[in-house]
């Protein structure tokens, strides 16, 4: 030893002896001896001779100080590294305790290098025996020396460690992760998740949620690239980090199921929005792409968390935004998982479906956006209008914002025309509008001569069906090369902002060829007229184009629907020609009128030979609204807003005959009883585009004639109600020209409401009342029995011997005009005074108008009925190319987005609470002056049956509002506030600082106190509805009480109809079980249930056949099933939330099933 010892005090021979022993390789002479043919190192050799082991050891330990921070020779290698790669693999360890007190010593005073090394070569150098102690004495290293840690956990996982110490270093590593360097994250995940057990590895995987924050990992890699600048190279970047994280929880979740099923359920437990993090969403990707069988688990999740909000678009965007090459490493699963989002019924799933595609679009590279925009054309050309949709929207919005990047796959996108087919009217202007702003572009522009050969030839079609995408096309088409903002008219002169000869003539020749192709069928005219409308309403066309379309379209108006009026009528009609509804009272001036009657008339009599045209077209009754809303439109446009130039068409009569041929219409002929339906549909049709127009004029007298145009609207209605009956087999003339129906017969005639018979459908299943999968049915139905023909007394009839039978004109809504949302404006209005003027222009004369209730209805159920197709959050249903009359209903209404109605319904609240304190005040008095008499004298049941459906129709629109998804959004925080701040006003709560739970307070007492006016059952439930509605605002629990005693109240109340008779019905049966369960939810189950069956079934059995229970008036023999069958539903379900096996529960419930059911039921049974 002593040979040696002064052998290797030279630190070339010391080098010598550390390395392998071996003759090098002639070719490499010998320049790298780590080359050589591996054989032992001399000291190695020595170090298995056991006398000299212990020996050779202590010699090696005390030359390691020399070499301990000079360690790297001229030839790069290291002599501390060589010498503790001796002690690796020895074949026996005579001392190992002494050896590993050693080792730990040199680790205690070693510079860093050396200490990483020597801590990831102990499990090569330890005995079992040592690897507890030494981990041990690595646990406290580790607390005292973060830096440390990589090489300790590399270590731990080859060393056997005692459960309790395993246990405790997890904790103490995990409590670091948000302290320590973000390269080390990845090391300390590794070490937690491959050292977790299927008994703990849920709480395991929950703490570690918990504490990785992938976020702020990002902003300490900002922090640490800052310092790079400064000297410090090779650091990885923050995305490297990221994406090596991502792959060691992906080898954890591979090879342990138990790891895959944790960290789904520690997911699936998160509840608060604010809880979920990016990782969330990073791991749920990586679980569907590594374990099939999980894959529907975390479709579970996911969508559960997308309806509860959790994971919002803000998350989303940060996801994509700062972990793009993590996410695009996944695209094939994150591909697939948003196809099957967009595929699902959940209008919410679905949309985050499509914004997934949208940010994946926005930050990954060219060949994934071509997968995506493939994916895209795949979802549009799948046939499920729904799925359609959405996909469209998404291209759409793609071309909005990166039009040069979505132009380049323009070829993709242009084979939808393929399948025209398969798409609605709606979809196909999205796609058209789509195909226009590709061709625009100039990425895009191959496709543009393609664009006008498909409108061409389907303008050139005789197929009807065919002819409407081409005007759809040519419409789009003319939109996009015309639109001002192409040019930026606002920064640039007239003469610099006009079209160019070549495109000016393009944009001509296809408004010419589509006004030439249309002008000898009506239905294709009046769909081109609305088309152009839409058009001239965004009001972005040059003015280049729109003096064109006035010199070639919209000055024909007056030359074939106006005409002076005259004191006799030219020709023969099947009934005399009157004007009617003047309200220009000025006889001595030239008045106008439309010739509605005798247009009709012709267009009667020349059906099945050559029509009557002018230059060329031909001009049908069918055009007139819609050449009418083209022409108001296009003035609005000119005058920026004003119509004084065609004011007088608002004032104007109409030729139609005297109404009084409804008392005979039974005996008239067929043919004539269907063109006097058809004067009344077109004559509606006319008002309501009239109401449409001057709406939003400001002018009084205006004002004043569009509320009597709109009484001209409810009598023409309520005539045509009656004159229905009479024409079997009757087929409306089209209104909306954009729906299927136009091609088809609509749907039959329904029959006369006064017969009472019903036909009983599918058991209904059991709801909770507040937003059932009947509700959306309910609104139609229960307002079916809300009409007024439906209520009309018994009394009102028999006084009334011609009255006869009468409809309700709900099935024949695709056959009317849409109202503007715009004239929901009219509520606004109080007296209104209409000037009478003389011939000299001077007021001779004023007229009072207001809303009447007739008025106040109508508009009242549109606007329902709006608010609950666009705000309304009900599944869709899954099937193919649905011919959805709604659809088309509000075909304008659906080209404004939830925000913008949502808005326009906030701005009518004040309104809306003025009508429904008028209706509460004008049922108040009448049960003050007529306590529990229906028909009292003196009472207009009319009125009151007005009055009852306004008041329903109100609470609805409420409900509907406040039930709109929308207000859980961020950005539409406000708009809640703002609707909540109206009702907080009218209870004197003035102060703009309230918070939304005082809001929320204040609103529900505003409605609380209308619950004793409710005239109606319908409208209880909606008022329970309602409130309801505005407690999920909030998380207090005080109100459940309060809902309980209220909803108690409408049950302990009886309901009278107007005939006099008690409400009964299958109608009235399903609101009473919605609002019994709303009851027995909010209540105290077991004492609601015991009074109910103690007391009121107790006075069932005791009150005479067709009684009820004085405490529960809605208790009838009739309702008593409905009664039984919730009670016992929630008993039933009361009674699973026990928990089995407890002697205190189990006498609980056999004694309330005792007391409630076995002895009071069975003795009425």
């Known amino acids: ?102 080792i730990m010593q040199l680790v205690a005073v070693a510079p860093a290098d050396v200490q990483h090394h020597v801590i990831i070569s102990l499990p090569e150098i330890l005995e079992d025996a040592e690897h507890n102690d030494v981990a041990k004495e690595l646990s406290s290293l580790l607390k005292q020396n973060t830096q440390l840690t990589v090489p300790i956990l590399d270590a731990f996982s080859s060393l056997n460690l005692s459960a309790a110490l395993l246990t405790e270093v997890r904790q103490w590593v995990m409590s670091t992760l948000c302290a320590v360097h973000l ?105 569907y792409t590594t374990n099939t069988n999980s894959k529907k688990q975390v479709e579970r999740v996911l969508k559960s968390k997308v309806r509860s909000g959790c994971i919002s678009n803000h998350l989303l965007q940060n996801i994509f935004k700062s972990h793009t090459q993590v996410v695009m490493f996944y695209f094939a699963s994150l591909l697939s998982l948003a196809q099957t989002l967009v595929r699902s019924v959940e209008p919410a799933v679905s949309l985050f479906g ?97 664009l006008h050969i498909v409108i061409r030839k389907q303008l050139s079609s005789t197929a009807l069906k065919y002819k409407r995408i081409g005007v759809i096309g040519a419409v789009r088409m003319v939109g996009s090369m015309a639109a001002k903002d192409r040019r930026k008219s606002a920064t640039c002169d007239s003469e610099t902002a006009a079209l160019s000869p070549n495109v000016y003539r393009q944009v001509t020749s296809l408004l010419e060829l589509a006004r030439t192709c249309c002008g000898q069928s009506p239905l294709s005219a009046a769909f081109y007229y609305d088309e152009l409308a839409d058009l001239v309403q965004k009001r972005s066309l040059e003015a280049q184009v729109m003096e064109h379309m006035r010199k070639t379209v919209v000055e024909d108006f007056q030359d074939d629907y106006v005409v002076d009026l005259e004191p006799a009528v030219d020709g023969t009609h099947l009934f005399p020609v009157t004007a009617m509804y003047n309200l220009e009272d000025d006889e001595s001036q030239s008045v106008v009128v439309i010739n509605l009657l005798p247009l009709l008339s012709e267009d009667a009599a020349d059906k099945g030979r050559t029509p009557t045209a002018r230059e060329g077209r031909q001009v049908s009754p069918l055009c007139l609204a819609p050449f009418f809303r083209l022409l108001r439109l296009y003035v609005q446009d000119e005058f920026d807003g004003n119509l004084d130039e065609v004011d007088a068409l608002l004032g104007c009569p109409i030729y139609l005959t005297d109404l ?138 028999e006084k009334d011997e011609n009255s006869r039978p009468s409809i309700s004109l709900s099935s024949f809504r695709p056959f009317f005009r849409e109202l503007d949302i715009d004239v929901f404006s009219v509520l606004q209005s109080g007296l209104l005074t209409r000037s009478l003027l003389d011939s000299n222009m001077c007021t001779k004369a004023t007229e009072v108008v207001q809303l009447g209730p007739a008025e106040l209805v109508f508009l009242l159920e549109d606007l329902s009925r709006k608010t609950e197709h666009i705000l ?222 103690g007391t009121g079934v107790s006075e069932l059995m005791d009150a005479a056949k067709d009684g009820n229970s004085s405490t529960y008036p809605t208790l009838t023999r009739l309702t008593f099933l409905v009664f039984f069958r919730v009670l016992l539903d929630k008993l039933e379900k009361y009674v699973r939330r026990i928990s089995a096996g407890i002697k205190s529960a189990d006498q609980e419930v056999r004694g309330h099933w005792s007391d409630y059911f076995i002895h009071p039921i069975p003795k009425y049974l």
């Open 660 to 797: 009084e041929v409804m008392d005979k219409v039974e005996s008239l002929s067929k043919p004539e009883r269907d063109f006097l339906c058809s004067l009344l549909f077109l004559a509606i049709n006319w008002f309501i585009e009239v109401v449409n127009a001057f709406c939003k004029q400001p002018n009084a007298d205006m004002k004043g004639k569009v509320l009597s145009r709109l009484q001209n609207i409810t009598l023409l209605r309520s005539s045509l109600e009656k004159c229905l009956p009479a024409c079997p087999g009757y087929i409306p003339p089209c209104a909306r020209f954009d729906c299927e129906q136009i091609e088809g017969s609509p749907p039959a005639l329904p029959a006369a409401a006064n017969t009472k018979k019903t036909i009983k459908g599918k058991k209904r299943p059991l709801g909770d009342g507040k937003n059932s999968s009947a509700e959306t049915s309910q609104i139609e139905d229960q307002l079916d029995s809300v009409p007024l023909e439906t209520q009309k007394s018994q009394a009102e009839k």
């Open 872 to 1093: 309304s959050t009900t599944k869709r249903a899954l099937v193919l190319k649905v011919k959805d009359t709604k659809i088309t209903e509000f075909s304008r209404l659906r080209q404004r987005t939830p925000q913008d109605v949502a808005q326009v319904v906030v701005g009518l609240l004040n309104p809306l609470c003025n009508h429904v304190e008028n209706m509460h005040n004008y049922f108040q008095t009448l049960e003050t002056e007529n306590p529990g008499v229906v028909e009292a004298p003196g009472v207009d049941v009319k009125e009151r049956q007005h009055m009852s459906s306004g008041y329903h129709w109100t609470l609805q629109i409420f409900h509907t509002l406040f039930a709109w998804n929308g207000f859980s959004q961020h950005e539409n925080r406000n708009l809640l506030k703002s609707a909540l701040a109206v009702f907080a006003d009218r209870m004197k709560a003035c102060d703009s600082s309230l918070d939304i739970e005082e809001q929320v307070s204040h609103s529900f007492s505003y409605f609380q106190n209308l619950c004793s006016s409710v005239p109606t059952f319908s409208a209880a439930l909606s008022l329970t509805q309602l409130l309801i509605t505005l407690t999920e605002k909030t998380h207090a629990a005080e109100y459940r009480s309060k809902i309980a005693s209220i909803v108690k109240g409408f049950l302990c109340r009886s309901w009278i109809q107007p005939s006099g008779e008690r409400a009964r019905g299958v109608r009235f049966n399903e609101t009473l079980q919605s609002l019994l369960c709303i009851y027995l939810e909010y209540a105290d189950v077991l004492k609601a249930i015991e009074e109910i069956c």
């Open 354 to 450: 499509s914004l997934l595609y949208k940010h994946a679009f926005t930050v990954f590279d060219r060949y994934c956006q071509q997968e995506l925009i493939a994916a895209l054309v795949t979802h549009v050309c799948s046939g499920y209008a729904d799925e359609v949709d959405i996909a469209l929207d998404v291209i759409s919005d793609l071309v909005t914002s990166h039009t040069a990047a979505v132009a380049l796959y323009a070829v993709f996108i242009k084979g939808i025309l393929d399948h025209l087919d398969n798409l609605t009217a709606q979809q196909i202007r999205k796609l058209f509008q789509i195909l226009c702003a590709l061709g625009s572009s100039p990425e895009g522009g191959h496709i543009q001569d393609e």
């Open 183 to 287: 390269q080390v994250v990845p090391v300390i995940v590794k070490f937690i998740l491959h050292t977790v057990t299927p008994s703990d590895a849920l709480e395991v995987i929950s703490e570690l949620r918990k504490n990785l924050h992938v976020e702020s990992c990002v902003s300490m890699s900002q922090v640490q690239a800052a310092k790079s600048k400064t000297g410090i190279a090779g650091t990885p970047s923050s995305q490297d980090c990221v994406t090596v994280l991502m792959e060691v929880i992906k080898s954890a979740v591979w090879f342990q199921k138990h790891t895959c099923e944790a960290w789904i359920k520690a997911i699936e437990c998160v509840e608060t929005v604010d809880e979920h993090k990016v990782t969330d969403f990073l791991v749920l990707l990586i679980l």
């Open 1 to 102: 030893m002593a040979g040696l010892e002064s052998h290797i005090e030279d630190r070339e021979r010391f080098r010598n002896c550390l390395l392998p022993c071996g003759r090098c390789n002639e070719d490499e002479g010998g320049s790298n001896p780590l080359l050589s043919s591996f054989h032992d190192s001399l000291i190695k050799i020595l170090l298995s001779i056991d006398m000299l082991q212990e020996l050779l050891i202590n010699v090696l330990f005390e030359k390691l100080p020399e070499f301990l921070y000079d360690s790297f020779g001229s030839d790069g290698l290291s002599i501390p590294r060589l010498i503790i790669n001796q002690l690796k693999w020895l074949d026996l360890v005579l001392s190992g305790k002494d050896l590993t007190g050693k």
